[in-house]
């Protein structure tokens, strides 16, 4: 199983990223992603969610309206565009699969996003 996001890098403020993570080694479609994001020192946040046909999405408050999340479930891939990005963006990005009807999920390794002029 593998997690890999990709797509972090260094941004000014007002920029966009958009981050990947490409799955393999399980069901994909059967599973619902998320995305969180770590500042050093603080504990993990949850930033948005979709379910396992794309057909929901949420958000945390404090991304609302700027961040969006999408799944490609042919590709295995699921997306956050981010846009008029913050330096309180800035933190290490991961995704993670969910399926507790089955009991498992699983984590990438991160992408760091830096907010920064």
């Known amino acids: 199983v593998q997690l890999v996001e990709s797509g972090g890098g260094l941004v000014q403020p007002g920029g966009s990223l958009r981050l990947s993570c490409a799955a393999s080694?399980?069901?994909?479609?059967?599973?619902?992603m998320r995305w969180y994001r770590q500042v050093a020192g603080k504990e993990r946040e949850l930033v948005a969610n979709?379910?396992?046909?794309?057909?929901?999405?949420t958000y945390t408050d404090f991304v609302k309206g700027r961040f969006a999340i999408s799944r490609d479930n042919g590709k295995k891939t699921v997306y956050l565009q981010m846009n008029s990005l913050k330096p309180e963006d800035t933190a290490v990005y991961y995704c993670?699969?969910?399926?507790?009807?089955?009991?498992?999920?699983?984590w990438g390794q991160g992408t760091q996003v830096t907010v920064s002029s």
């Open positions: 080694g399980f069901t994909f479609s059967t599973y619902g």
């Open positions: 979709i379910g396992s046909d794309a057909s929901t999405a």
């Open positions: 993670r699969a969910i399926n507790w009807a089955v009991g498992t999920n699983y």
